[in-house]
């Protein structure tokens, strides 16, 4: 009998010391959201400090390529986002990308390019790619409140826009 309450004492230990404990992501507990428009234009938003980043890509386009040996251009600008609007940006490209929003109109694969990326900074990234979509920004009422709320910030730059 002492020895069954051993074993069943050293059987309960083992399990309750191996169980790992996990942790639900909630909208706050992300590090960092990436918004790639066009593969030219990545705004990198950070939850941990006030600042965001937006780098501009100058590739060349297909009528006037890079040279060979040149590099490519980058452009770097900080912009400052409150944390109602981190939280609402978060909440739209979390929402854009578990709930994909379609067209039905195919565009070439040089026109409508827009990829999410939200980083929790633990092991796991969700992404959500959209491609060939003309306007990325008149997809969906969720895209065009993200591309309002992004233009606000980003005066004169380039978002997709192709009319």
């Keep these: 009998m002492k020895d069954l309450k051993f074993f069943a004492l050293v059987i309960f230990i083992l399990t309750m010391g191996c169980k790992q404990q996990v942790k639900r992501v909630d909208a706050w507990s992300w590090s960092k959201l990436d918004i790639i428009s066009e593969e030219d234009t990545q705004i990198t938003i950070n939850n ?7 780098r501009v ?26 944390r109602a609007e981190k939280g609402t940006i978060f909440s739209l490209v979390n929402d854009l990308i578990l709930y994909p929003a379609s067209t039905s109109k195919f565009c070439t694969d040089y026109v409508g390019d827009l990829q999410l990326v939200i980083d929790y900074g633990n092991q796991f990234k969700q992404i959500g790619v959209y491609a060939s979509v003309c306007n990325w920004n008149l997809l969906s009422d969720k895209t065009r409140r993200l591309h309002n709320i992004l233009r606000r910030k980003i005066k004169k730059l380039y978002l997709g826009e192709n009319e």
Excluded: A, E, M
Aim: proline share 6%.
């Design 57 to 82: 890509f100058h590739r060349g386009s297909f009528f006037s390529p890079l040279p060979k040996n040149k590099k490519i251009k980058v452009d770097t600008i900080k912009v400052f986002f409150t």
């Design 48 to 54: 941990d400090d006030d600042t965001s980043v937006i």
